[in-house]
Structures are given as C-alpha cells and as structure tokens.
C-alpha cells in the first residue's frame, strides 16, 4: 500500500541551527512533491514545490531536495528562529495530493 | 482578495446523526479538496472535485459525499455520524485540478465533535 512517512513526529532544536526534516514514501510514483506550515488551529500554508525532475528547491532559509531513487524529500530550515515552530507537512501530488503526519518542530531560544 | 471559507467553525453532534459542511474557495478556483484531520493520522484525503465533478476519492465509507456547486462552492456530507468521525475537517481550493501541480489554499477548518 502507498505510505507516506515523516520520520519524526517531534523535533526539538535550538535556535540559530539547521532544521532537517525527512518525508519518505513507498510505494508512490508521485510528478511533485510540496512542504506546507500547519500552525494550531489553522490550515497548512504552502511553502515550496519541488517537481520530479529537480535536485533541489530554495527560498530564502529554506530549501528542499527530492531523490526520486531513494524515494525521500529534506525540507531544511537554516539560521532557525523560535517562530518557525510549527508542524510541517510534507505532499505528494499526481493525480491527487496525499499528505504525510506531519512532524512538529520547535525552536528554542 | 478573500481566502477559502470553511463554515461553521466548530460543531458537535451526537452518534447516528449527519452533518453538512461548507466551503467557499477562493474566487476563480474550481478545484476543491477535502480532507480529514486527527492527531493519530494526520490529513487524509476525502475527494476533490473540479467544474462540478468528483475527481478522485479516497479510502472513506460511503457515509462520506460531497458536491460541489456551480459557483465552486463545496459541501460534504457525513451520515450516520461515528465517535471516530471526531476530527478537523479542512477544504483546500486552487484554479485547476492538483495534477497540475499548484499550490493548495487552505480554509481554516470545521472542527467535528461527535459525543
């Protein structure tokens, strides 16, 4: 069955360094793959699209790579701040989007 | 320009009665998605429909159906209501079906409680 899996539900870092989050798949052959931002009692916010035929995606602190080969996405976020807290969602489109748990990162000051 | 309106915000029902909820996207957008929210399983795809038509569905029981109007506006429906349908329900407009690859605009949510 097709499984969408974002390795940590939880990521506790301190601010100032990289956040590193992991989007792995099976069983999925997806076109393009997007990171959004969930805030509580809110809904996800895009944040960037990475197509099947690129390495890599950036915008301003943040950056995104796609191997198609391991069937896995980074999302990272450098130089982070306590306000990029949040739960960050990872989506794999085709012919529909379905989206991964979800994993929570807070940043310490 | 006004974002994706998702009403009411909250609701609570009882076991074995339905719901309808509603969805305006944002003006211009023919292509609505539903999804459902829990802690335990994150978003899960309903359907999407686009220019009236369902385009694709996901792995829910019939109990679940939508529709969608000719001004794009959007309605699910849940019959029959369970104590595990408990959960945050959120709409997501964009201009053309998600094969082509835009982004989704999120409404905020209805938040479903059923006692």
């Known amino acids: 069955s097709q499984k969408i899996e974002q390795n940590s539900e939880a990521l506790n870092i301190q601010e100032g360094k990289t956040a590193t989050l992991t989007c792995n798949y099976t069983?999925?052959?997806?076109?393009?793959l997007q990171w959004y931002r969930q805030d509580p009692g809110r809904g996800p916010v895009f944040l960037l699209l990475?197509?099947?035929?690129?390495k890599e995606k950036r915008k301003e602190r943040l950056k995104v790579t796609f191997d198609t080969t391991l069937k896995q996405s980074l999302f990272h976020i450098t130089a982070s701040q306590p306000a990029d807290s949040a739960t960050y969602l990872c989506?794999?489109?085709?012919?529909?989007?379905?989206f991964g748990a979800g994993t929570r990162l807070t940043v310490k000051p | 320009k006004a974002g994706v309106t998702q009403t009411p915000r909250y609701l609570i029902k009882t076991r074995g009665q339905q719901v309808t909820l509603s969805c305006s996207p944002i003006?211009?957008?023919?292509?609505v998605s539903w999804y459902q929210q829990t802690p335990g399983q994150g978003l899960q795809f309903l359907f999407e429909?686009?220019?009236?038509?369902?385009?694709n569905k996901g792995n829910f029981p019939g109990r679940f159906s939508g529709r969608q109007f000719s001004n794009s506006r959007s309605e699910m429906n849940v019959s029959t209501l369970e104590l595990g349908d408990s959960a945050l329900y959120l709409c997501?407009?964009?201009?053309?079906?998600?094969?082509?690859?835009?982004?989704?605009?999120f409404g905020s949510g209805t938040q479903l409680s059923v006692l």
């Open positions: 997501a407009s964009t201009t053309a079906p998600t094969g082509a690859a835009e982004k989704l605009f």
């Open positions: 069983n999925y052959s997806p076109a393009y």
């Open positions: 990475i197509r099947e035929n690129e």
């Open positions: 989506a794999l489109g085709d012919n529909d989007m379905r």
């Open positions: 003006s211009g957008h023919r292509s």
């Open positions: 429909y686009f220019s009236e038509t369902q385009r």
